[in-house]
């Protein structure tokens, strides 16, 4: 069984520009959350998306946004970025009625 | 507040040698706890997890843990330490009071294997 898919794997982004970050789930798991890992701030929650509909969020501005579609593939959409927003970006998605995430490999994003 | 503690940044170990990485929480009510591995520039991996009962965990590659309700604790251990073990290790806590799916990281413990 295929596990999590990120794409891409890294990006390169000026700042003040916008990004999209993409998550393909484990086939039949509908939940799908996203986490920000910095060297200083370490794994932080940004938000979980079930079902299409944005279940849980963490404390990050509105520029960070998401959209999970019907199949359950999700984005993350970072707009006006700044130099902070450098970061592994990772996606988890979960199986309905469980806590077990699994990880995918990441986007590696980098504001210059 | 609720919270998830690792005391250790960095651990050193010799190949061979027994392993122990310290977890420790901070929530109302026991959560489920985690362990994952991250290799450098990798996603995460869950090492094992802990919802109820035995209080001793197994999970993979030879990886244990012991959860301590009264010292809040959820230690990581592994008897012999192979060179490939060498990674970052992550405790994470997720309360059992809420049914969305959201994970509180520690700040992570860097493990070295020295031959």
């Known amino acids: 069984k295929a596990g999590v898919t990120q794409t891409p794997r890294y990006l390169i982004k000026t700042r003040g520009q916008q990004v999209t970050l993409s998550c393909s789930p484990i086939?039949?798991?509908?939940?799908v959350s996203w986490y920000q890992q910095t060297p200083g701030q370490g794994l932080q929650f940004l938000f979980e998306?079930?079902?299409?509909?944005?279940?849980n969020k963490g404390n990050f501005p509105g520029r960070f946004s998401g959209r999970q579609f019907s199949n359950s593939r999700s984005e993350m959409n970072v707009s006006t970025l700044e130099l902070g927003d450098s970061a592994l970006y990772l996606c988890?998605?979960?199986?309905?009625?469980?806590?077990?995430?699994?990880f995918g490999q990441g986007t590696r994003l980098t504001v210059v | 507040a609720q919270s998830v503690t690792q005391p250790d940044i960095h651990i050193t170990v010799s190949e061979g040698a027994s392993l122990e990485l310290r977890c420790n929480y901070s929530?109302?009510?026991?959560?489920?706890l985690f362990w994952y591995v991250q290799s450098p520039g990798q996603g995460l991996q869950l090492l094992l997890k802990?919802?109820?009962?035995?209080?001793l965990v197994q999970g993979i590659k030879g990886f244990e843990a012991e959860f301590k309700r009264s010292q809040s604790s959820f230690n990581l251990r592994k008897p012999s330490v192979h060179w490939s073990d060498a990674a970052e290790y992550f405790c994470?806590?997720?309360?059992?009071?809420?049914?969305?799916?959201?994970?509180?990281f520690g700040t992570g413990t860097r493990l070295t294997v020295i031959p």
């Open positions: 086939s039949g798991h509908r939940s």
């Open positions: 929530y109302g009510a026991t959560p489920y």
């Open positions: 998306y079930f079902s299409e509909t944005q279940r």
């Open positions: 988890a998605s979960s199986l309905e009625g469980t806590t077990e995430a699994f």
């Open positions: 802990y919802f109820s009962g035995d209080t």
């Open positions: 994470a806590a997720h309360p059992r009071e809420t049914g969305a799916n959201n994970l509180f």
